[in-house]
């Protein structure tokens, strides 16, 4: 286990910490989770300040942690809530921006030391992407240190005006190890989706525009020359549904939606190739477990991906539908690379931080910032 100075020094009292998430993202989540954990674990006194829903998902309190329910809005009847939460912290750590714009407010005429950690962007157009960027200001000039879980968003947080931005150690928190499964789970899982001697090529992520699901339907049309013909499945809900169904529906495209799903370890089992066809992406949860699982990976060589991969994906750029549709056919059409690339995943995955590497650094940095707590 990864040592910081994470015990109090003799007659200091014990840190306290107070987390502050909106609860609407997965990633951010098990994030803290993990991170209350090993705090816990440390010494450390941590209060996760969060909507009821998200203790219920990431049990926080079973973490060791303290749950203080706050609503995901910044209306002041939560902000002072929030306020009220914080008020003996040493230090209050925010997560994603909307969090992170509460707990300012929440902080207004205080000295506590704020960390803010940007796990990816909100992706918004027009006038409320302005409006975006007015908060990120607003957050990143307030934050003693933002950490960034890739080098991109270190170096968005520095361009809007950060004191301290830095990268962070970010681990994959509560990963299902890939397990040995007798030769009929395959084809059973396969048989089900409709991918019985053909190739199932996987994408997971909300139907929302910034994923590429229209370009990836674009690419799906060359696919049809295929023999045998893929079959790809995308697993996740959202506002673009209706529009990509009519498309493979009216197209007659191979393409099935399968809805939100809770087996996604089991897709990455059956599958033989996965996609990421996003417009952005930071450290992609997806990106991560399809290397674990030793599944091929094609994606868009954009955000944190090229980073978190290295020369363990097949890269293609971001809307160009021709370039993804020729880079599957030629892995498809190609075992040994197919091979090599499963082979270069579980080395690139050796090298990602550790739960305990990402925990010391947080705690690091923690260390930095309250150095003058007082003593008992």
């Known amino acids: 286990m990864s040592h910081v100075s994470s015990q109090s020094a003799p007659g200091q009292s014990p840190l306290r910490t107070v987390q502050v998430l909106g609860g609407g993202n997965a990633r951010s989540g098990a994030h803290v989770r993990s991170l209350a954990s090993g705090l816990v674990a440390r010494g450390v006194r941590v209060t996760v300040c969060a909507p009821t829903e998200a203790d219920h998902a990431y049990d926080f309190t079973g973490a060791g942690a303290e749950h203080v329910h706050i609503p995901?809005?910044?209306?002041?009847?939560?902000?002072?809530?929030?306020?009220?939460?914080?008020?003996?912290?040493?230090?209050?750590?925010?997560?994603?921006?909307?969090?992170?714009?509460?707990?300012?407010?929440?902080?207004?005429?205080?000295?506590?030391?704020?960390?803010?950690?940007?796990?990816?962007?909100?992706?918004?157009?027009?006038?409320?992407?302005?409006?975006?960027?007015?908060?990120?200001?607003?957050?990143?000039?307030?934050?003693?240190?933002?950490?960034?879980?890739?080098?991109?968003?270190?170096?968005?947080?520095?361009?809007?005006?950060?004191?301290?931005?830095?990268?962070?150690?970010?681990?994959?928190?509560?990963?299902?190890?890939?397990?040995?499964?007798?030769?009929?789970?395959?084809?059973?899982?396969?048989?089900?989706?409709?991918?019985?001697?053909?190739?199932?090529?996987l994408a997971v992520g909300s139907l929302d525009r910034h994923r590429g699901y229209e370009v990836l339907l674009d690419a799906a049309w060359a696919w049809r020359l295929l023999e045998p013909l893929p079959l790809v499945v995308i697993a996740g809900e959202g506002p673009l549904r209706p529009l990509l169904q009519r498309r493979i529906e009216d197209e007659g495209l191979p393409v099935r939606l399968l809805g939100r799903r809770d087996d996604v370890p089991d897709l990455l089992a059956a599958a033989d190739l996965v996609l990421l066809p996003s417009s952005w992406e930071s450290r992609s949860v997806l990106a991560q477990e399809a290397l674990h699982a030793r599944v091929p990976l094609v994606a868009t060589a954009v955000g944190g991906i090229p980073d978190l991969v290295g020369d363990a994906a097949e890269l293609v750029p971001y809307g160009d539908a021709d370039a993804l549709a020729r880079a599957v056919a030629r892995l498809l059409g190609d075992p040994e690379r197919r091979e090599l690339l499963r082979e270069r995943g579980a080395r690139q995955a050796a090298t990602w931080p550790t739960e305990d590497e990402t925990v010391a650094q947080v705690l690091s940095v923690y260390d930095e910032l309250t150095q003058a707590r007082p003593l008992i």
């Open 72 to 201: 995901r809005s910044s209306d002041p009847a939560s902000v002072a809530a929030l306020r009220a939460a914080c008020a003996n912290a040493d230090l209050v750590h925010a997560h994603g921006l909307h969090a992170s714009f509460r707990a300012v407010l929440a902080l207004s005429g205080r000295r506590t030391p704020l960390v803010v950690t940007w796990h990816g962007r909100t992706h918004a157009e027009g006038p409320r992407a302005h409006f975006l960027r007015l908060l990120e200001r607003r957050v990143v000039r307030a934050s003693s240190v933002v950490l960034g879980t890739t080098s991109d968003l270190v170096d968005r947080a520095r361009a809007t005006g950060a004191r301290d931005a830095r990268l962070a150690a970010a681990a994959l928190p509560g990963r299902r190890p890939v397990v040995e499964r007798d030769e009929s789970y395959r084809p059973k899982l396969r048989a089900e989706l409709g991918a019985l001697g053909r190739p199932l090529l």
